[in-house]
RNA sequence: GCGGGCGUGGCGAAACUGGUAGACGCAAGGGACUUAAAAUCCCUCGGCCUUGGCCGUACGGGUUCGACCCCCGUCGCCCGCACCA
């Protein structure tokens, strides 16, 4: 009888090199067997793992092994989303080169990963930085070019004057650089594009294809994709107001409330904007403010609705004596519809913020269906809804649809200067996706700018278009344009001399692919079709929220991308997508305003007294303040290192932690106790196991029919169809809880076996149901799982091993208990034959005491009997 | 600002398609074992009223025989917003 405790340090180890020795996870692509892609989002080398790849790691990897063990051929790879600003950032700071950080860190989290036992294919390991997987990138996007969904135009950047460099928008805050504390300028540049835009509505289409993917996601990309239909409407300008222009065209998408406009607006690059302030000093300073304001989304909108009468007046398309001024506004977005709209302030909010500000008529054009003409007004809040129109001369009285119709025909039909006065127009608010970064560390654009030729593709032959390793970070810029020679070329059309393409690509377009080239590493081309198309799309895809749009849209644009070019013949790159939640952690903080220290959890001790909780920094005694539960950051030092965790509990221990408690698409708290509480299950069911396994591995494996042992061997199959489905749905929280209830029923019975004291039948239905216990917790735990395997005498790996199959006759019960309700509350029980009929179920429900009680006599108003379920009866 | 999500005991949560609210775990309290501690095992554990009942799923309404679940409104928190990855 053995009673040592569980030791992670000496078993993990020895089972990850059993693992590799007889290279379990590493997978063929000729394999007959049917295909499972399972993939969790690659991480970026940013040095150590954190406790979010350990959730995000361990749930790729539960669903590969149960995959493995339920027969499948799985393909589980991993690499390193290698490019990135971060190592320019360490460059700068500390003088090392972004290659040899990036590959350090690698180095260092590839070591991390090993230590939690994962399921992993190394074999297909890239970084997106290796030459060997840019070089395809650029192959990639040489066939884009040649097929036209590349193409290059003025964009703006956010310009640090200081620093003479770009920035990304988390390097601007409040407004200024990052770095040098400068107010930061918006630049017009020349920059790449990817004509995503071309996928719009495709795009938004397959949406309804992906069935396996959270409807959240879904909605949001809908949104993002923001296809709209409305009317581009030409608005006649009054003579002599804005120079020579005559007319100004804005698009809408709600003409029904033409009647309702007060003012148009424009972006302050309108060319109309620009016109005027070429004269007007005001405007000027106007549209030089808004191009300061940043170049996100969020810093426009959130910023207060401001603008500028432009002395522009235009007449309005349906009574020409009706003018309305023409302001530039700052919430007006030139890269949206046509830079141009007309304000409704009683229909839109912003619009409405904008008429009180700057004393513009507000008039209400469409009230709710039930409200009164005479006495609807708008407050501080516009109507915003559909309803009758109002105020509308020939629409009142129509609906908000009808009147949208009604104008649309009359509009379209009507000419200004000979052409139609206005169009129906379908608008999406997608754009093309700016791949340009005037940064070093991404991968190369491979064109060459030739003074004669224009813009030269590199010849493939010549790939790929290396990095040159030899730069300076010493000052800000890119690093690529001041390099002595780097640049420096000849024309591949002419062979004069030429200038190399200086910008890189946005990271974006690295990960946009990298789970095609898994397919097929070692190819000399992009892909392997014939491969790529046999593997994709990833069946299980699963990573972090805050990418539902970005990546997963670019990745769903590139893939189509690459179906266009010949690489793959598929359209959508992940059937089925789960986005886990955070791993959040209490904050420790002393101090207060800018005096505020945080501390992290390693030096602090949490005492409770009284039921108070308070924590104690270990050091000095000194009582430091418990803060709020955060997403774990270096900033707020609420951080766990998985290191620390492994090493003192085990992987097994951080792996099951993370799955349990709270349902994987939530986030997660990381508390101490918690760990604790898992480690003490790794340990309770080692001991339980290894107690018994003596007498276990003299016993076969044999579910009982009858006696004790039937109840142990019906917890056991019921528990393995239960998890069976919490595996498929990724609901691990419950496979976890399923688990716990089995060991607690399990406990007795394997403590009699320990003893001796169980009979064949009872020591038979253990035996069968300890290995079932150990192939459920296998996925979580896997060198637990094969240390208890090998305890009992298992033959051969649990990782190879087939999932055991439940015995159906174990899961069905023959007697159901039934609540039954009296007026909706629960007030008896009722256990009856599983197939009784409704009338057997009516009056075995009427002779309960508590239903005679109730009914005192009288005869129930109602019984309602939903099968398998509950009874209600209605007095 | 716009878009998306979340809200259930002291805490993390469960509750199938509208059908027993609180499974399972953590924390806490009590007990057993021990010279003692740790570990382990057993019991209690939403609130209020003395047993039986009443209240209770952020808050206020509604639909229903029956609502954590559906509908309307309010509040709070979190995520994304196109150059962070």
Not at 73 to 87: I, R, S
Not at 455 to 476: C, N, R, S, W
Not at 627 to 652: F, H, L, Q, R, T
Request: charged content about 25%; some cysteine.
């Amino acid at each position: 009888m053995s009673s040592e405790r569980y030791n992670p340090r000496d078993a993990e180890p020895r089972w990850q090199q059993e693992w590799e020795k007889h290279e379990v996870f590493q997978t063929e692509n000729d394999d007959p067997r049917e295909k499972y892609y399972v993939l969790e989002m690659f991480p970026y080398p940013s040095g150590r793992i954190h406790m979010g790849h350990v959730r995000n790691y361990t749930m790729g990897d539960v669903v590969a092994r149960y995959k493995r063990a339920r027969g499948f051929n799985v393909l589980h790879p991993m690499g390193w989303d290698a490019f990135g600003m971060p190592a320019e950032n360490a460059a700068m700071e500390r003088g090392v080169h972004p290659a040899s950080w990036t590959y350090q860190n690698i180095a260092s989290m590839k070591a991390q990963l090993k230590v939690m036992g994962l399921s992993l294919d190394w074999n297909r390991e890239f970084a997106t930085c290796d030459p060997a997987y840019y070089q395809r990138q650029q192959h990639l996007f040489l066939d884009f070019l040649e097929k036209g969904l590349v193409y290059r135009k003025q964009s703006k950047v956010n310009w640090d004057p200081v620093d003479n460099t770009v920035l990304a928008n988390e390097q601007v805050i409040d407004g200024r650089g990052w770095r040098s504390g400068a107010l930061v300028e918006q630049r017009e540049l020349t920059q790449w594009f990817f004509r995503i835009t071309d996928f719009s509505q495709e795009l938004l289409d397959a949406l309804d294809t992906l069935d396996q993917w959270p409807e959240k996601v879904r909605l949001m990309q809908k949104n993002w994709i923001g296809r709209s239909e409305g009317l581009s409407l030409r608005w006649e300008l009054v003579n002599g107001t804005a120079g020579d222009a005559a007319e100004l065209t804005v698009y809408t998408t709600r003409p029904d409330t033409l009647f309702g406009a007060s003012f148009l607006a424009i972006a302050a690059d309108h060319p109309l904007a620009r016109q005027v302030a070429a004269t007007n000093p005001e405007v000027e300073a106007f549209c030089e403010e808004c191009r300061r304001a940043g170049t996100s989304l969020a810093a426009l909108e959130t910023a207060e609705k401001k603008g500028i009468d432009t002395g522009i007046r235009a007449k309005h398309p349906l009574d020409p004596s009706w003018e309305l001024p023409v302001y530039v506004a700052n919430f007006v977005l030139m890269d949206y519809g046509t830079g141009a709209i007309f304000g409704c302030p009683s229909g839109d909010q912003r619009d409405l913020d904008f008429a009180r500000k700057y004393g513009l008529p507000v008039v209400p054009v469409v009230m709710p269906k039930d409200g009164d003409a005479a006495t609807f007004a708008i407050g501080d809040e516009a109507y915003i809804g559909d309803g009758v129109m109002i105020n509308s001369r020939f629409l009142d009285g129509l609906s908000t649809e009808d009147a949208f119709e009604t104008v649309a025909s009359k509009l379209e039909k009507e000419t200004f200067n000979g052409t139609p006065r206005a169009e129906r127009k379908v608008n999406f608010r997608l754009r093309d996706w700016g791949i340009s970064r005037q940064r070093y560390w991404g991968c190369p654009i491979p064109v060459i700018h030739c003074d004669d030729c224009g813009v030269v593709p590199v010849p493939k032959a010549d790939l790929p278009v290396v990095l040159p390793p030899d730069v300076t970070f010493d000052k800000p810029g890119n690093p690529l344009d001041r390099h002595p020679t780097w640049r420096h070329v000849a024309c591949p059309h002419c062979g004069k001399d030429a200038r190399r393409e200086t910008d890189t690509m946005d990271t974006f377009v690295d990960s946009s692919w990298y789970f095609t080239r898994f397919t097929a590493p070692w190819e000399d081309n992009p892909t392997d079709p014939k491969v790529a198309n046999h593997w994709l799309p990833v069946d299980q895809y699963i990573g972090g929220i805050e990418h539902a749009i970005l990546h997963l849209l670019y990745s769903r644009f590139f893939t189509r991308a690459m179906k266009a070019t010949g690489h793959v013949a598929i359209d959508e790159p992940f059937k089925g997508l789960f986005t886990q939640g955070m791993v959040v952690h209490e904050t420790y903080s002393r101090g207060e305003g800018a005096q505020r220290e945080w501390v992290t959890p390693a030096e602090i001790r949490i005492e409770e007294i009284d039921g108070r909780r308070r924590a104690v920094l270990l050091e000095t005694g000194e009582e430091i303040a418990i803060g709020s539960i955060e997403k774990m950051s270096k900033s707020k030092k609420n951080v766990v290192d998985p290191d620390d965790i492994i090493a003192s509990y085990g992987a097994d221990t951080a792996r099951f932690f993370v799955l349990s408690d709270s349902p994987p698409d939530r986030d997660v708290i990381w508390s101490e106790a918690g760990v604790e509480g898992s480690h003490r299950f790794v340990q309770r069911v080692w001991r339980l196991v290894s107690e018994a396994a003596e007498n276990l591995r003299a016993t076969e494996a044999a579910p009982a029919s009858e006696g004790e042992a039937l109840a142990v061997s019906q917890a056991a199959h019921k528990t393995l169809r239960a998890v069976e489905a919490d595996y498929d749905k990724l609901a691990f929280n419950k496979a976890v809880a399923r688990i716990y209830e089995l060991v607690n029923t399990l406990a007795a019975p394997l403590t009699q076996v320990a003893a001796g004291k169980a009979d064949a039948a009872l020591a038979g239905a253990v035996k069968d149901a300890t290995t079932i216990l150990i192939n459920l917790i296998a996925p979580m735990t896997p060198h637990l799982a094969e240390e208890c395997w090998r305890e009992i005498g298992g033959e051969g790996l649990i990782a190879e091993r087939g999932w055991p199959a439940f015995n159906p006759a174990l899961v069905v019960e023959n007697e159901i208990t039934l609540p039954v309700q009296i007026n909706g509350k629960k007030r008896a029980d009722l256990t009856i034959a599983r197939d009784a009929d409704q009338s057997a179920i009516e009056s075995a429900v009427l002779a309960l005491d508590a239903v005679k009680t109730a009914l005192n006599g009288s005869s129930p108003k109602k019984i309602i009997v939903v099968p398998q379920r509950i009874v209600n009866v209605v007095v």
